[in-house]
């Protein structure tokens, strides 16, 4: 094992300290840099570290200047670039396409700190900075948008960002597979070919000899896309029926005379990596060059990430571009021992706020992985739970059990938020968690409650919520607890007019309720949801309504602000009290 400094350098006098004289490999992002697994550049850059190489990171350079990559010299290897744990426009840009005043992931929420389409920006100014040196791009902006894609902000077709960035090679997904495979091959003097996880973008000549054959299927080319608004709802289709690492295929996508090639999916981590990626010697906290506070860290402080991967494929989510659909979970001596590192950390106070992922109830999903591999599905759990997905709940109840017997830990919460669909088949484990792992509110997300737009969504019937509801008003009063629903609805997804969105309004007039988060719908790159809002059609072809301009938005957003301002009535099953900060957009990183 390779001996690692307690942070990767981010400066030249770091370097020396680390006994580097140059860097093998400069990773640039846009978030701060928080040495901790639920920062993506710190996992990359500690797998490299454990790899042998040298490894700097630059974190929110000053986009404008060349110079502000040169601090450490360059990089014998090569560079990689994310925007962050967000896609970036997501990052600086509202529903409304106005800018947000806070930046969870930059020193003291401040704003500002990253340009637009920040991968592509950085990118560039590598190149410039280091001209001949290769550029590898990755992370969730990457995953978003590795094909032609609608860019909500802009209001138009953007092509794949290998066309913008200019990069060499670009990683989707979680990248712990390809990025180690990416960098022999640059150190080799070569761009690594047929790398699973991988997409590189062909020149004239390059593409006239590729042989794509089966392994690969072709979406609409930019053009067609460009040309056609049904041909994005077309390419999305076909991107999710191959997005299945077991059986899924390559795909190619044409820019005039030149070919995008993706490889297919990586197959997921399975359990030992996974552990193994999650106990890298992390420093798990910001680094010591950060004098304020950064709020996206603070919320993850204490928090342990159990799961990667979700089972639901709703619509509105890009998580499953990103993490894949296979839910792999790490195992409970892992978790233990990451428990055992947090409650040993100065200032711990009892408390560990979450262990979750994309959800709370996911822990130890399975699947026969054989079944899988013929499968074409967009959702594990929508229309229905298909068979050959189970996830019992009571592995997770036996995790949470064991937990709660550690010494120092006096509190244990589920903050990730339960699925709704899967956790009326968990009993054991919807009983455990209201009576002992709720931390005065359990997050839910029925995103809606009219059935129609829930099925455009991909999620099941709003009867399951009032289930939902029902059983937590029991348990709460049978242990004498007084506990909050926190709901979380969606407004102006595409489908959804005034008269949808009246039965969610209706609801909470209902109960009294005033709402901790409130979202308007923001159609992120290359989902389902996205290509419903740009063609104004549902993926069969039927056409829909859908709310455009802010004129049209607010009736169906003043629904939801509107109750954001007072406070819940007292009692079980509740919603609880107004949240304090603006709107956020969800399930967009890692």
Known sequence: MNLQPEFLPTSRREMEAAGFEELDVLLITGDCYVDHPSFGVAIIGRLLADCGYRVGIIAQPDWRDPEALKTMGAPRVGIGVTSGNMDSMVNLYTAGRRLRREDMFSEDGHPGRRPPHALAVYSQLARRAFPGIPVMIGGLEASLRRVAHYDYWQDKIRPSMLVDTKADIMVYGMGERPVPEVFRGFAAGEVPERVRGTARLLGKKAALSFSAGSDYLELPS??????????????????????????????????????????????????????????????????????????????????????????????????????????????PESIEREADVIASAPGFKGTISDVGGAAGNIYMSRADFRICAKCRRSSCLFPTQCPNYKCSGLELVDLLRRLRRHPRVKHLFINSGIRLDLVLRQPELLEEIVRYHVSGHLKVAPEHLNDAVLKLMRKNPAADFYRILDEFERISRECGKEQYIVPLFISNFPGCTEREMKTVDDFLNRRHWSLQQVQDYIPLPMTMGAAMYYTGKAPDGTPIPVNRGLAERRPQIAVLKKRRSGRAESGGGRGGPAARRGDRSRRSGR
Request: aromatic share 6%; glycine share 10%; net charge neutral.
């Open 222 to 331: 930019y053009e067609e896309t460009l040309a056609d608004r049904d041909a994005l709802m077309t390419a999305t289709k076909l991107i999710e029926s191959e997005m299945n690492p077991f059986g899924g295929r390559g795909l190619v996508q044409r820019y005039g005379d030149r070919l995008l090639v993706i490889e297919p999916p990586p197959l997921p981590l399975e359990g030992p990596e996974l552990d193994r990626v999650h106990e890298l010697p992390y420093a798990r906290r910001p680094h010591p060059r950060y004098r304020g506070r950064i709020p996206a860290w603070e919320a993850i402080e204490n928090s342990i990430q159990a799961v990667r991967g979700c089972p639901g494929g709703c619509a509105f989510c890009g998580l499953v571009a990103h993490q894949g659909r296979q839910v792999m979970s790490r195992s």
